[in-house]
């Protein structure tokens, strides 16, 4: 698809529409973003995209039938944005970038693109719509569409299994999980390269979260302090405050409050550095509980 094009159209419907670039940016992005696009400097992004088209009174599919196919930076910005909304859990905004994708005839003629939009309907039906059935056959209608026991698995297919043993381990299924989070593991050690380094993480934190869940907190630590080493190895964040209050949440629980509390303060400080404030206040009492619990473990 030519870039340059969708926004010599853009500029074309906005002045017969009659509205200035920042008219048309209001609500959606700045001016200047506007002025680049309409240059062909740079792309819009899959939700610009549909929200512009809105404000021209056009149909999103008009700008895909000026060209032939998306090219693949576009659906890499797809991915990028679903992958930061779904990590913030900004399952409703993240499934209206599915809805409009599953509307453009030239994005979905990949499998690999449909794929990602059935991945991620997935999620929003199990954790927006708690829809755990549904949730489980999309998963495996999208794992169907590129598995083959034949070949190595892709980080796409990782994630899909993750999400399905999740499903399980949500459904008190532990061993269906841990069947899962294995297939994974294997994936994971036959690969040699991988993009999205998080996707290591999630495997660790979910196997951390079953070791826990089935009493094993000494295991569930050794998983977290690996996916802890990863991260920092790798320089990626991904996940690493929820690591962190679990390591505390299994002292806890084994009553080593002293060795617990020291995890809940790093947790809070990285979830103030990644802006995550929604865990901070909760995390910050239950360290308040532990103090009392640890002095009264004392007496």
């Not at 003629?109 to 059935?118: G, M, R, V, Y």
């Amino acid at each position: 698809m030519d870039y340059s094009i969708i926004g010599k159209k853009i500029k074309e419907l906005r002045q017969v529409v009659g509205i200035t670039q920042g008219e048309l940016a209001e609500g959606i992005c700045t001016q200047a973003l506007i002025s680049r696009i309409e240059k062909g400097d740079i792309y819009p992004s899959a939700t610009s995209l549909y929200q512009i088209s809105k404000k021209l009174g056009v149909d999103v599919n008009y700008f895909f039938e000026i060209g032939t196919t998306p090219r693949l930076d576009y659906v890499q910005e797809v991915e990028r944005q679903l992958r930061k909304l779904r990590v913030k859990h900004h399952y409703q905004e993240m499934m209206e970038i599915v809805k409009v994708e599953e509307k453009n005839p030239n994005f979905i003629q990949s499998e690999s693109n449909i794929q990602l939009l059935l991945w991620h309907r997935a999620i929003h039906t199990q954790e927006v719509l708690n829809n755990k059935t549904r949730a489980r056959s999309l998963l495996n209608e999208a794992l169907e569409l590129t598995y083959n026991t034949k070949k190595a698995l892709s980080e796409r297919e990782m994630e899909i299994l993750l999400s399905i043993g999740n499903i399980d381990f949500s459904e008190e299924n532990y061993d269906g999980a841990l069947n899962y989070y294995e297939k994974v593991k294997k994936g994971l050690t036959g690969s040699n390269h991988l993009q999205d380094k998080a996707v290591k993480t999630r495997l660790l934190y979910n196997l951390a979260r079953l070791q826990t869940r089935t009493g094993d907190y000494i295991e569930s630590n050794k998983s977290c302090m690996e996916a802890i080493r990863w991260s920092i190895d790798e320089e990626n964040m991904y996940g690493l405050g929820h690591i962190h209050y679990h390591v505390g949440y299994n002292f806890e629980l084994m009553k080593q409050y002293d060795k617990a509390i020291p995890y809940f303060d790093k947790a809070v400080l990285i979830f103030e550095l990644q802006d995550e404030h929604i865990y901070i206040s909760y995390i910050k009492k239950r360290k308040e509980e532990l103090i009392q619990r640890s002095e009264e473990h004392t007496l």
